[in-house]
């Protein structure tokens, strides 16, 4: 099965190109979702197919390419076996480095791991008990300790950076350069609390919900495109260790999420709003 | 705008043609949805089109009736603008019936109330209050008022009934001639506590979480295809009363959601189960 | 029965102290909620107790006066069969309106109606079909129309006031008078979106759950202490008219909720926090 | 601190007795919940208080024991930092096991767990890894069986034995003799869905929410008191393995939660119902 993801200009005759294209090539489609976004006037698609016949993915991509051109459609086309590679940053929170491994182990999740980087080391016996690149990065320059990751993140060939609870903040330039491929989950409902110590600042602000939100990790901190979010009720006898205990299941359980629909293609951002097909 | 909604036997080809006709006629897609069932082989579609210009519509109906015929299509292609013609039963509670009257009123839901069937008389002044016309019919000889029933869904030409906390049981064969086009709404999380008296059932059980269920009417009651669940949490301390209070809303709230989808046309039914587009 | 709340520094011996004068004074305890503040150091208690004999509430209450002295305690004693009179003011948005009138209507919230303010006539019918006094106060001289609101509160004797949907700023001594006797509802889940059109203000932020949030006015708008807050998910089809439409179910539910707990006696307040017992 | 939890048939009297002997004997309540229940005529409480001084402790469980007698009292007291010892049963199916463990192991759960119990052997890594003894126990003989894991108990003082997805049925003797001491956790809302393969079963019905259980375990299958209960939201497009992956979240979470409540004391039992304070 493959899955092509596609986004445009919308305009007349687009499904019907891309449903031709597919039916002349003997390729079935097994789910599409799309969306018209009538006040950015964009296009957005999502098909998993199966071509039915050896040869069939390679004459619709011939026919695509031609398509996708009189469109002005950015694109892709991905095997849906191919699990993405993915590269996890942690610090010394390590709840959400756990529930991924768990769901990674257990096929859950259909990303491969290609390495762990930390600046703590608490988490590298787990990280090596499974088999996996540990690699130790304290931020003494951080210059230099970005130079270490962009390293890594080429020689594995990760697509994906998953800030798992990594505390430290990355540069503009890093940012910049890995634009819509690094994901951080922040311990609170965006756009409220934002910055250090949000499970303090809720408990200050005496909210009655606190959150978790996974979004794209941008030079703004906290401000990316949003990716999803969940919450979970508190009341007055709930202190902020208390909040960042219970808190904790819902950053997991968001980031696991986030990392699934980017893993499975589905996510598409327009400015600072994400489409998930 | 128009909606489109088929379905029919999976087959390759259905979306190129179904796309490619809408696109040679102009009209135009707004929205589109789909389910391929791989475990039953069918394929569900709803489509919101814009017809450009004059004739537009009448073209493409044209055209689609051929392609319905070869893809043994099930099909209706409605108007956005008509609303959906639907007729109220509402025994003595009439949380929802308020419920539904608020939204109808301020234009939430896109139906047109034909009238309101009550066994009951409290709810006649609120009726008539909305200059909507109220038919008190207790039920004495069942056959005889369910033949009421009957007129007067033909003479309002109710396309929908909607059973609005309306406490009698509706016999086999109402069931059966009006299948798919009765809404009940069941104050309980089903299949748990089916019949009667769900909330006493729910605290002899004990549970920690109590809800309500919107479904098509059938022979067998409680029974039929669900539309939409929602729950509420419950503790210890909820006596049957104190369910049903708390419960009201959210029978309400899942009426009014089952009424809506429907009224948009985006559910199918595929034995016991619904697609909902 | 009545209703106890109490509130004073924490120290060992007041649950003693309470529980023994109730029950020396044959005063049955039905229902008691307490929390000891580690932070704070303070104590809350909210008791429901039934005096068994004529004269046990007077001898209670004398002992007790006594008691609240020795402890420094805020204290009240209500009766549960007086209803809470209760003010609302409202503006063009009538469905927090709507959804209060029909609780009080079925008699699921503990409150007596004494008027509605709105500074709009749309509600006008909708009041007076239900016998409740409607003052219609625009707003041109905002301290005129505050002086206004004063001797409505005053000879109504309201001991609440609801803005279910009140746009005006109330001024800061207003808030400072009526400190912790006015409960607002914001269409948004705060801290987040602040201020004015929230749901547009979600929606170029782009977050995947929005909520409503009531509170105690104070002067500073959307920053008074929470009581409530509750969430519904939207995805990227969400417009922000969508988002309106979705949320009024959130915003009517959390306010109700609101007012039911205020008019039950449960909600204690410090500084920014509440407790809601 | 200590936790005193009591119950007993509901008499005036109570609260001031044990509040009077806290206070007498220098112990501080710092948190206390209590439920009177009005269909049952039973009062439960539990307590959390700091003796202050050396022998506090002793002086008033002298004198609460005089107390406890003179009301017909069920009652126990237990130091907080005394964690339950807990044993763990599990077959297949990891995914509750790996979160107890994650949460034990950071200190989330205030349990010690004594040992695994298998009826299969692919979690043995796993639990040896964590360096907790692990009993590979196949089914062969039931009794047989079950004579070893009571002496597992028995041998390692377990006070709460937690079926973390075991698919075996226990005897009628094994329920009655650890009555309130088997936590099992079921997927799926209960009472819907009992006995085998409810995610199926789920499918089949077509429900639009998908739920977990932890209950207590009783010779009546499925038919136990329920500690607590969560959902999960699916549509048409879950297949029931589907299911089965996004309710493994939800699974996890409950038994966790049902597992915290026991291990802090808050769970009492009454017939098929559970107050938890």
Redesign the interface.
């Known amino acids: 099965m493959q899955v092509l993801r596609l986004h445009c200009d919308d305009k ?2 687009i ?2 190109a891309v ?2 294209a ?3 090539n ?1 390729c ?12 950015s006037n964009q296009f957005y698609m999502r098909l998993v197919f199966t071509p ?1 016949e050896d040869g069939c993915l390679k004459s619709f991509t011939e026919r695509f390419e031609k398509i996708s051109h009189d469109f002005s459609m950015t694109w892709k086309i991905c095997d849906v076996s191919q699990k993405l590679k993915t590269l996890l940053m942690v610090s010394q929170y390590d ?1 959400c480095l ?1 529930d991924i491994l ?1 769901r990674w182990r ?1 096929n ?1 999740l259909p990303i491969d791991i290609t390495a762990v980087i930390s600046n703590h080391e608490n988490t590298k016996d787990l990280i090596q ?1 499974h088999n996996l690149p540990f690699y130790f990065l304290p931020v003494k320059n951080k210059n230099e300790q970005e130079n270490q990751v962009r390293k890594i993140i080429e020689e594995t060939n990760s697509e994906l950076v998953v800030l798992a609870r990594y505390m430290q903040i990355l540069s503009e330039d890093f940012c910049s350069d890995f634009s819509g491929r690094v994901i951080n989950i922040h311990h609170s ?5 934002k910055g250090a110590r949000p499970y303090h600042q809720a408990y ?6 606190i ?1 978790a939100t996974a979004h794209f990790a941008t030079a703004d901190l906290d401000e990316g ?7 979970v009720p508190v ?3 709930f ?1 902020p260790q208390k909040m960042q ?1 219970i808190g ?2 819902t950053e997991s ?1 968001v980031l696991a999420k986030a990392v699934k629909l980017y893993a499975e293609r589905r996510i598409f951002s327009h ?6 097909l």
């Open positions: 007349a005759g499904v019907a449903a031709t597919l039916s002349n003997q079935n489609i097994e789910e599409s979702s799309q969306f018209h976004d009538p006040s039915l709840h756990n768990y257990t859950q008990g409902f965006l756009p409220g609390f200050d602000r005496g909210v009655k919900i959150g495109p949003i990716i999803t979010q969940d919450i009341d007055h006898s202190t205990t904790q299941d359980r400015g600072n709003r994400t489409i998930i």
